[in-house]
């Protein structure tokens, strides 16, 4: 076989001497940037895998669209998400119009019992393959594992995996100004602080089930022994916990109280932004114990317990980096950052202690952190960012990003040191990165096109609210949530429908031939690259689940904030992104691919997710799955 002019040696992959396949996910590295570090010698362990491909680092296609559920879940399953159902973190509910997770979902069947979840992910993963045959892996926090696959071997689940609350992350913030109001994904405590006696006050739980009332543990804060420093005491577990302005505390192990004969287990840690005059304290989200989650969070169900007796206590919520923390103005970047590295080291020593034991099988442990890194602090690669406008320069945070970067290389090096010559090594990423500096409002661009209308004596903005609320479906055909397209008000399957399905696909071709090339004029460029119907991206047995127009972005712009959440805002239908959530890679995926290296030669012309799935079943001697769309990337 020829490659690339140079001829390739024999399949390496195909004659069943590995045992050993190892996968690295460094979730969002974008191509650029690594190829820049590379040349300027400063990933030498990445350099070191791309030398034994022979060819370096390569790209690799990424999902449409080019968000991590979906791209994990393709790489896990060798399918396109028409086939294994995961188009958005978001998805609606047709027949309500209400917006739900899209990774998985609670059903109740009988009011008796307690909720199931259930994974929106469907498809065959290459570990239940390998299971089959026998063959046993290890994964570690892959997105859309919740609840845990059942498999040969281990797995601690990703992304998907809620806070105790249900959500992706309720954070607490405690202060004594009364006016304080509720920010993104976060509950606001009201405290009474004379700057010098105990304050008592609250920690919030989960619902309870029957009254939806927030069950509350009770808490004191306690000035000292520290003199920057609070003692926070509880029924928890340390009893008391000590924390100094600026810094975090360690765990506490909480329980609350839901019924007579049930408790619900998390742990918890605090961030303590101001000490005098008045305390403010911030309260992450309350994370299920590993030691005792409310659902199972992993396979076997005891591992997950089992693993915290190993290395400690961890985090489990799906996205455990903070980033509302910062989004909201509550925690400093400092702070974010500080939280990331606790959660980096939390993940290396899984992975440390994971792959010492490890012999044969399947090794997959993913990084989320330079994802969520990057999109919080992209703007510093960038001063006339609008997200700078008014805010005072952080020394040093320039280069933020290359140094997640470096973190990672370093754990490729740990990696490669453990690799013998029977393991194959991949690293890789799901997506890459690019700016987000401007927002489109897809809703308001479907109310100009006369496609959208909103209830009578409404206004766009403010009064049309989010969630969908403000729409008059009787004359609505048409509108955009999640951060990948917009849906049809179809007759027979929205609750309210007028769209009759004979007239369906003209009117998504209609959409999509008009929102391909729209111009932000302020910019004097394009902001949308194409809009394509859902049936010319997709194939397999979701389709009908995905958006009906799929909406690819230029680089540096995306859906707005408020489109995504269903909402309808006044003025330009083009709008400055102001947040501290200054990248991103929900946009066109030709323009997002990932990147991937291997520690043999590889096929790398049109590499892709889809292709992963049967290049490690390929490598340890399992036949493809008959729906894998992938083919293996062996030479």
């Known amino acids: 076989m020829t490659y690339h002019g140079r001829t390739a040696g024999p399949n390496l992959l195909k004659n069943h001497n590995l045992r050993k396949v190892v996968v690295i996910g460094l979730d969002g590295l974008e191509p650029s940037i690594v190829e820049a570090m590379l040349a300027a010698g400063e990933l030498p362990n990445l350099a070191r895998l791309g030398s034994a491909s022979g060819e370096g680092v390569a790209r690799i296609a990424t999902t449409s669209p080019a968000q991590t559920p979906v791209a994990w879940s393709t790489f896990a399953t060798g399918v396109n998400p028409g086939g294994h159902g995961v188009f958005d973190f978001l998805r609606r509910d047709p027949a309500r119009y209400t917006l739900d997770s899209g990774l998985n979902h609670y059903e109740q069947k009988n009011a008796l019992l307690p909720p199931k979840a259930v994974n929106q992910r469907r498809g065959t993963t290459v570990w239940d393959l390998l299971s089959a045959a026998g063959i046993p892996s290890t994964i570690l926090r892959c997105p859309c594992t919740y609840p845990p696959d059942r498999l040969r071997g281990t797995l601690l ?7 105790l609350r249900g959500g992706f992350g309720t954070s607490t913030y405690y202060t004594t100004d009364p006016a304080a109001a509720p920010r993104e994904s976060e509950n606001v405590v009201a ?7 105990p304050v008592a006050t609250h920690l919030i739980g989960p619902r309870n089930p029957r009254s939806r009332a927030d069950c509350h543990l009770e808490i004191q804060l306690v000035r000292g022994p520290e003199p920057d420093g609070l003692t926070i005491r509880s029924n928890g577990e340390p009893r008391e916990i000590q924390v100094r302005e600026g810094q975090w505390s360690g765990w506490l192990k909480v329980k609350f109280k839901v019924g007579p004969l049930q408790s619900v287990h998390g742990i918890v840690r605090f961030h303590l932004i101001q000490f005098q005059p008045t305390i403010i304290l911030y309260a992450s989200p309350v994370n299920f114990d590993p030691a005792a989650p409310l659902f199972p969070i992993s396979s076997p169900p005891e591992y997950a ?6 290395i400690g206590k961890f985090y489990t919520t799906g996205m455990v980096e903070d980033h509302n923390g910062l989004i909201n103005e509550r925690i400093s970047e400092e702070a974010f950052l500080a939280q990331c590295e606790d959660a980096w080291r939390e993940r290396r020593a899984m992975m440390e202690h994971e792959l010492a034991r490890f012999d044969s099988g399947l090794f997959y442990c993913l990084f989320d952190t330079p994802d969520r890194v990057q999109h919080m602090l992209w703007r510093f690669r960038e001063p006339e960012h609008p997200a700078n406008r008014g805010r005072p320069p952080v020394p040093g945070l320039e280069r933020g990003i290359q140094d997640h970067y470096r973190r990672g ?57 989010d969630f969908l609320r403000g729409i008059d479906w009787s004359r609505t055909q048409a509108y955009a949530m999640g951060l990948s397209g917009l849906y049809l008000n179809l007759q027979g399957r929205e609750g309210k429908g007028i769209v009759r399905p004979d007239d369906a696909d003209a009117l998504k071709r209609t959409i999509a031939e008009k929102l391909t090339g729209v111009r932000d004029d302020d910019r004097g460029r394009v902001a949308v690259r194409s809009a394509l119907p859902r ?20 680089a540096g712009h995306r ?11 006044a003025g330009s239908l083009h709008e400055d992104n102001t947040k501290k959530w200054s990248g991103d890679h929900c946009i066109d995926p030709a323009l997002a691919p990932g990147v991937l290296f291997m520690n043999r030669p590889f096929r790398r012309d049109s590499a892709r997710l889809a292709d992963l799935a049967p290049t490690i079943l390929d490598a340890l001697g399992v036949a493809r799955g008959p729906l894998m769309e992938g083919s293996s990337l062996g030479t």
């Open 157 to 163: 689940a990703g992304m998907g995996v809620p806070d």
């Open 191 to 197: 405290i009474v602080d004379d700057g010098r006696g």
């Open 305 to 310: 317990r089992q693993l915290a007796g190993e």
């Open 409 to 465: 290389d370093e754990v490729v090096g740990q990696v490669l040191d453990h690799c013998d010559d029977r393991t194959l090594l991949i690293v890789l990423s799901d997506h890459g990165f690019s700016s987000f500096q401007r927002q489109f409002h897809l809703n308001s661009w479907l109310l100009e096109q006369g496609l959208l209308a909103l209830q009578p004596g409404l206004a766009p903005g403010h009064e049309a609210g």
């Open 535 to 554: 049936e010319q991206v997709y194939s397999g047995p979701f389709v009908a689940e995905a958006p009906d127009v799929i909406v690819n972005y230029a």
């Open 559 to 569: 859906v707005s904030w408020s489109s995504s959440m269903g909402g309808v805002a």
